[in-house]
């Protein structure tokens, strides 16, 4: 059974910093395709960032510049540094791993305060 937890959300001003991480248990990170989403209050969901199981990445237009995705597969995890936050980043983060199906965390919560 693959497991995905996510962790490090929380409430920053505006102009801060963030680390999330995603913890992958159950299966190798290292053969999944990843990606972080966000959903926020009233929207639907939206990809955020994505890395693939190669370490090709690809960036939403909002989030290019600002945020980094990436993975340590010793570690079975994968990373989303935000740096100069928004308050329109503010959502939910989910942790996406892709390989047949998808796979999906429980979410971790960013509040950007302006």
């Known amino acids: 059974q693959v497991q995905l937890v996510e962790s490090g959300g929380g409430l920053v001003q505006a102009g801060g910093s963030l680390n999330l991480s995603c913890v992958v248990s159950?299966?190798?990170?290292?053969?999944?395709?990843m990606a972080w989403y966000r959903q926020a209050p009233g929207k639907q969901r939206e990809l955020v960032a994505t890395i693939t199981s190669g370490g090709s990445t690809n960036y939403a237009t909002s989030v290019k510049g600002r945020f980094t995705i990436s993975r340590n597969n010793a570690e079975n995890t994968v990373y989303l540094q935000m740096n100069s936050l928004k308050p329109e980043d503010t959502a939910v983060y989910y942790c996406?791993?892709?390989?047949?199906?998808?796979?999906w965390g429980q979410g971790t919560q960013v509040t950007v305060s302006s």
């Open positions: 996406n791993a892709q390989r047949f199906t998808d796979y």
């Open positions: 159950g299966s190798i990170v290292g053969f999944y395709d």
